[in-house]
């Protein structure tokens, strides 16, 4: 029962935007837990300590179950003694032993525990009791088919902060491939962003190598001839696409990009998105494009990028915004190519976007500098890598990154680099602070007018 609850808290940490919970898979659990899983369920159920939704229809909805709100609260661990779940626990995690020339630099990687734990409850503090402080998600309703912005939870927000620095705090990694996109979870990936701050390997402090606009830039391999054709490439393609695409579906995308390779205009749209994609500029179009559009209406950066992450990946009618129209509008043969590759399944091209991601940062650049420089410590997060400071090892990186990128692709992506340091939390805490200031005096403003 503990290993079910904990499949439910973790997704109650780590999925804000299901409004309606986890779907489990009834196979995993009685491979898992044995016939007896049902049981389980059950007892849980009778007991109030899960709910199961009511919309459960064979072929159609899964049975979704979700933790009920009184238990959730600060993560509580508990070993897990039973002989044979552990068994198949790690059996279950198999697939990451061809990364273990990545897991083994988990054991110098440590986190400052104490400064962790004071920011996480210096920012909980700050967002519970200031909602204008709050960070915001949009929840998507899958029956209605539309995002709703509201106010990300704050507890829900410590908790899962907590459960990242207990993580660390235990030695508790865990490290998991997915079976679709093949990305590689680790630690680092799932943890917080402004946690890794307090990381530190070997008492060094660590750098991140992060890809500009990644998915439009690997969109670029999908939207090049020769990748479908039997060329170098082919191999590629085949390894990429296992499972998500049929021989016979990479011949029709071969004959649907020959036929709009030949179109007129062609050649200088993908020249044009080639550059903009490959010098990070992307979304900056977007957003100058969208203001133009639309001149009444704000909207940030972060707003365009999930736009347009929605406009290329979810169902067919989901709203956009009018990004989908502008995209369509900029690059209208590239975008045909988009609309012909999820013609049956509208996650096809996300998936296989995060197999060309893993297969060139897994399987090109880790691998390729587990071997040139063995004895540097490296941590992929799907499209960054994370490694000690120092120039030496950022201009390596760079390097391997940007040959193994045009290798494939032909040109060379726009990288970026943050540094991990405990002071950038420190300026995160003082922006929040400031931007609290602001409110209270707008407000003041608005009060003494009133009064006027």
Not at 10 to 15: P, R
Not at 153 to 164: E, G, I, L, T, V
Not at 230 to 243: G, M, P, V
Not at 255 to 278: A, H, M, N
């Amino acid at each position: 029962m503990f290993y079910i609850i904990h499949i439910l808290y973790v997704d109650f940490l780590y999925n804000e935007d299901n409004l309606y919970g986890k779907n489990l898979c009834s196979a995993l659990l009685k491979r898992l837990l044995g016939n007896d899983y049902k049981s389980y369920i059950k007892y849980l159920y009778k007991h109030e300590i899960i709910g199961i939704n009511k919309r459960y229809k064979p072929g159609k909805f899964s049975k979704e179950y979700w933790l009920i709100d009184e238990f959730i609260s600060q993560p509580q661990w508990h070993t897990i003694t039973d002989f044979t779940l552990c068994k198949k626990l790690k059996r279950k995690s198999a697939n990451t032993k061809q990364y273990s020339y990545l897991i083994k630099w988990y054991d110098c990687l440590e986190m400052d525990i104490p400064s962790a734990n004071e920011f996480a409850e210096q920012i909980y503090e700050l967002k519970k009791n200031n909602s204008c402080l709050r960070d915001k998600v949009r929840k998507y309703d899958k029956e209605k088919n539309k995002r709703y912005l509201v106010d990300k939870d704050p507890s829900r927000q410590f908790f899962r902060s907590n459960y990242n620095i207990e993580c660390f705090k235990k030695r508790d990694f865990r490290f998991t491939v997915d079976d679709k996109g093949n990305r590689f979870h680790s630690p680092l990936s799932k943890c917080n962003k402004h946690l890794r701050n307090f990381a530190t390997c070997k008492g060094k402090s660590l750098m991140c190598i992060d890809m500009s606009n990644c998915q439009l830039f690997f969109l670029l391999f999908l939207l090049d001839k020769s990748t479908w054709q039997k060329n170098t490439n082919s191999e590629s393609i085949k390894l990429i696409s296992k499972q998500i695409l049929s021989n016979k579906s990479i011949s029709q995308m071969c004959t649907k990009i020959s036929e709009i390779d030949t179109s007129k205009g062609f050649e200088q749209e993908l020249k044009r998105y080639k550059e903009i994609v490959s010098e990070g500029r992307f979304y900056k179009l977007m957003l100058d494009k969208y203001n133009e559009e639309f001149p009444t209406k704000y909207i940030t950066i972060e707003d365009i990028k999930l736009y347009t992450i929605i406009s290329l990946f979810s169902k067919k009618g989901t709203r956009c915004e009018g990004i989908k129209t502008i995209f369509r509008k900029e690059f209208p043969l590239i975008y045909s190519i988009i609309t012909e590759i999820n013609k049956d399944d509208h996650s096809t091209l996300a998936l296989l976007l995060q197999r060309i991601e893993s297969h060139i940062f897994l399987d090109r650049v880790c691998k390729r500098i587990s071997i040139e420089k063995p004895n540097l410590p490296i941590y992929p997060i799907h499209d960054s890598i994370a490694s000690i400071d120092s120039e030496e090892n950022l201009e390596y990186i760079k390097r391997i990154i940007k040959e193994e990128c045009s290798s494939l692709i032909d040109v060379a992506p726009n990288l970026k680099v943050e540094y991990w340091q405990p002071v950038n939390n420190q300026n995160i805490v003082k922006k929040m602070l400031d931007e609290l200031f602001d409110e209270i005096c707008e407000g003041n403003k608005v009060h003494f007018h009133i009064a006027a």
